[in-house]
Every structure is written in C-alpha cells, then in structure tokens.
Nanobody, 115 residues
C-alpha cells in the first residue's frame, strides 16, 4: 500500500479556483496510474480525472475544459487544477494511485463551492 496525503481543499464562490495536490510515499511513483475521485453527500464516489504513467489523461465530461490533472514524478505528486468551479463540484475529493492491481487511497479533502 502507498500512503497518500492530500492538500488544497477549501471553500470558494462559484467561478473560483482551487488546486488539489496528492503526495505519494513510494520509490517507483513513475509507474503508477493515479487520479481523483469525488463523493458528494448521499451519492456514490465517481471518477473525476486520471493520468497514466505515460501522462495520458482522462476527464469525466462534467469537468472537461475546467479541470486539469498533472503529475510531477520528481516530487511524487498528482495535482488537480480546478477552475470555473460550480456548486455541483462540491464534494470530498479523494486521490488514488494504482499499479499491479493494487489501489491506494488518500483520506479525502473537502471542496465546497458556495456563494
């Protein structure tokens, strides 16, 4: 299991921006696929964005064009830049990484978009 520590959540008004960061404790971070899920109250946890070891990215349609996922293998981090935030983006955001069939999760960070 890889330990993941998330940071960067908070509360912003609609249209605002936040940057989430996830730091992984592993020596071979560059081989991992990773990304972010989110879970709103009373709803299931849904995939938001993912980035592979080859830096191929995927975004769920509701965040396409507003969110950008990136990774820094030298720092063992996966970041999620979130722009033009909407109230429906409000959720707990969870970082994950996966390799060789083993998945690890962060503890979650709250993002609240409200006026």
């Amino acid at each position: 299991q890889v330990q993941l520590v998330e940071s960067g959540g908070g509360s912003v008004p609609p249209g605002g921006s936040l940057r989430l960061s996830c730091e992984a404790s592993t020596r071979d971070f560059d081989i991992y696929t990773g990304g972010w899920y989110r879970q709103a109250p009373g709803k299931q946890r849904d995939l938001v964005a993912t980035i592979t070891s080859g830096r191929t990215t995927y975004y769920t349609s509701s965040v396409e064009g507003r969110f950008t996922i990136s990774r820094d293998n030298a720092k063992n981090t996966i970041d999620l830049q979130m722009n033009h935030l909407k109230p429906e983006d409000t959720a707990v955001y969870y970082c994950y990484v996966t390799s060789r069939g083993v998945q690890s999760w962060g503890q979650g960070t709250q993002v609240t978009v409200s006026s």
